[in-house]
């Protein structure tokens, strides 16, 4: 089984993916370092561009059939069994990612991201099988174990759980005005 773990930066993508493989015994795959290790896409400043039919392309290459859990923001292009969506409140995506040295840019660039929930909606334009889960307030073991309690259940599709219209006001110090 392919599990895809995808969500904008600051939701706890590399955490929860980490935490899944040590539960199921899966591989790990970090999709930015895949990329790179294959020479896929080129670097602009600090950023990793991939083509991303070229990163789909040599992904199902090698890793149909197996048991793994990827880790990336654009994982959910991949062709996965389930894509798990992490979601947290946008102003703890903007914490995050100003503790993490961000541009004031690129922190409302992702914080808008999240407000609007664009990688959800890339992630069921291109899958069947999406998974939402808000993360806010919750540990990783507790996001974890929610995620391997929805797929026991056989859950396969669960969206619509977020909407952060409601936060617009707090989290305009954020963005990009």
């Given at each position: 089984?392919?599990?895809?773990?995808?969500g904008t930066p600051g939701v706890g993508k590399t955490t929860v993916s980490k935490l899944l493989v040590e539960k199921l015994g899966y591989e790990y795959v970090n999709l930015r370092d895949y990329a790179l290790e294959k020479g896929i896409g080129e670097m602009k400043g600090?950023?990793?561009?991939?083509e991303v039919d070229e990163l789909v392309y040599n992904f199902e290459r090698d890793f149909k059939g197996k048991d793994i859990v990827v880790d990336g923001h654009l994982s959910h292009f991949?062709?996965?069994?389930?894509?798990?969506?992490?979601?947290?409140h946008p102003r703890l995506i903007g914490e995050r990612l100003k503790e993490r040295g961000y541009s004031r840019e690129k922190v409302g660039e992702n914080v808008e991201a999240e407000l609007v929930d664009v990688i959800l909606v890339e992630a069921l334009?291109?899958?069947?099988?999406?998974?939402?889960v808000d993360t806010t307030g919750k540990t990783p073991e507790e996001v974890v174990d929610e995620i391997l309690g929805l797929i026991e259940k056989g859950v396969k599709k669960?969206?619509?759980?977020?909407?952060w219209s409601e936060a617009y006001d707090e989290i305009i110090p954020y963005l990009r005005l």
């Open positions: 089984m392919i599990i895809a773990v995808t600090e950023e990793l561009e991939v991949l062709p996965a069994d389930l894509v798990v969506v992490l979601r947290a334009e291109e899958n069947e099988n999406v998974i939402e669960r969206v619509g759980l977020v909407d």
